[in-house]
């Protein structure tokens, strides 16, 4: 009986190694080229030196992939369906901004952009600190809000440091954005 019961162990555990998942197989390279947040109804182009990670977190707004590289990470989300303007959506931006006691509050800026494919949107930067292995760091984001053909609001972020926050990467995003 014991042997039994060895053995169904035995072929539980290997079921459940064979059966799992790893989370760093839902990394892959990202070829220089566009990619395309298919959720979010928008694509950029990326130059090299990024990772790409496929996998959905079910528990926040973020449409994949999500791409990370030396210079920061990048991903899209979409607005609440209920904000319909650009403008609305950089408020509620702004709003969020004033309420966030990490937030250093001398760096919101906030300007228009149009892309090269003609497409205008909001271009929303802030640095914040934020507490990490007991030391305080300051993070740079950068926000380009635009708004797709059904009216709903996305949101591509670059979140940066100050030492690895790229002109290059920025000018990419703002130049390349484009509707599906």
Not at 26 to 49: H, L, N, W, Y
Not at 129 to 134: A, C, F, P, S, V
Request: hydrophobic share 40%; glycine share 8%.
């Amino acid at each position: 009986m014991k042997s039994i019961v060895l053995v169904f162990a035995i072929l539980a555990i290997a079921v459940l190694f064979l059966g799992c998942k790893r989370g760093s197989s839902d990394i892959s390279p990202q070829k220089s080229g566009v990619v395309t947040f298919s959720d979010a109804g928008v694509s950029i182009e990326v130059g090299t030196g990024w990772a790409r990670v496929d996998k959905k977190d079910p528990g926040l707004p973020i449409c994949p992939p999500v791409l990370l590289g030396a210079a920061g990470t990048v991903n899209a989300m979409l607005f609440d369906p209920k904000i319909l303007d650009m403008q609305a959506a950089a408020n509620v931006m702004r709003l969020r901004f004033d309420h966030d006691g990490d937030a250093i509050r001398d760096s919101y800026q906030q300007e228009a952009f149009t892309a090269d494919g003609g497409l205008c949107g909001r271009h929303i930067s802030y640095s914040e600190t934020m507490e990490k292995d007991g030391r305080i760091e300051e993070m740079r984001c950068h926000i380009f809000i635009v708004q797709r053909q059904d009216r709903r609001c996305v949101i591509i972020n670059y979140i940066t440091t100050p030492s690895t926050d790229s002109d290059t990467v920025r000018q990419t995003i703002q130049k390349s954005l484009k509707l599906l």
